[in-house]
T-cell receptor, first 115, second 110 residues
Framework: DADVTQTPRNRITKTGKRIMLECSQT?????MYWYRQDPGLGLQLIYY???????NKGEISDGYSVSRQAQAKFSLSLESAIPNQTALYFC??????????????FGPGTRLTVL | QKEVEQNSGPLSVPEGAIASLNCTYS??????FFWYRQYSGKSPELIMS????GDKEDGRFTAQLNKASQYVSLLIRDSQPSDSATYLC??????????FGPGTSLSVIP
């Protein structure tokens, strides 16, 4: 079974629609992250959460919101999707720095297309 | 200046050769570094972590870290066509964030 899962894996939506991407993990990690990746570009951090009560903006948080429902669940929402949010979205997790060196482990990704 | 920099490539090597991927970083306080492999349309996969100066070997992969020069590299020996992918370098900064480089595209030619 996959340690980090994302749903849906593919989504096509229309401009102005609200959409939620979900991430679940069974690794027992406290830290979770949302990234987007555009073709040929690197990973851009959208939001990250170090525990259930700690949520922080990343480099490109405008137009996105998140919810950390539990240690194992971290959701990303696009309140009103726009075409330039078309991208590949990844969820990642990592352990506390004291118990590892903060390697991040990625989910399989969600391919989002906004028409 | 970007915090983690890599040559975008593409880097092309013949099958069986050594592929050398390089990465520099700007935060001198960074302690841990990671190499990820990413196939097109797939998620990044961790292949090496390195924390100490020097070399770390794992199978055909060797990571090298030089903190004085703020330089990290990944060597892939006996390159195979299945190694063709984008390789992402990442560093854990002194302010507890992991920063990814833009990635280097590697093509291994049979």
């Amino acid at each position: 079974d996959a340690d980090v899962t994302q749903t849906p894996r593919n989504r096509i939506t229309k401009t102005g629609k609200r959409i939620m991407l979900e991430c679940s993990q069974t690794k027992g990690h406290d830290r979770m992250y949302w990234y987007r990746q555009d073709p040929g570009l690197g990973l851009q951090l959208i939001y990250y959460s170090f525990d259930v009560k700690d949520i922080n903006k990343g480099e490109i948080s405008d137009g996105y919101s998140v919810s950390r429902q539990a240690q194992a669940k971290f959701s990303l929402s696009l309140e009103s999707a726009i075409p330039n949010q078309t991208a590949l979205y990844f969820c990642a997790t990592s352990d506390l720095p004291g118990s590892s060196y903060n390697e991040q482990f990625f989910g399989p990704g969600t391919r989002l297309t906004v028409l | 200046q970007k915090e983690v920099e890599q040559n975008s490539g593409p880097l092309s090597v013949p099958e069986g050769a050594i592929a050398s991927l390089n990465c520099t970083y700007s935060d001198r306080g960074s302690q841990s570094f990671f190499w990820y492999r990413q196939y097109s349309g797939k998620s990044p996969e961790l292949i090496m972590s390195i924390y100490s100066n020097g070399d770390k070997e794992d199978g055909r992969f060797t990571a090298q870290l030089n903190k004085a020069s703020q330089y990290v590299s990944l060597l892939i020996r006996d390159s195979q066509p299945s190694d063709s992918a984008t390789y992402l370098c990442a560093g854990k900064t002194s302010y507890d964030k992991v920063i990814f480089g833009p990635g280097t595209s590697l093509s291994v030619i049979p």
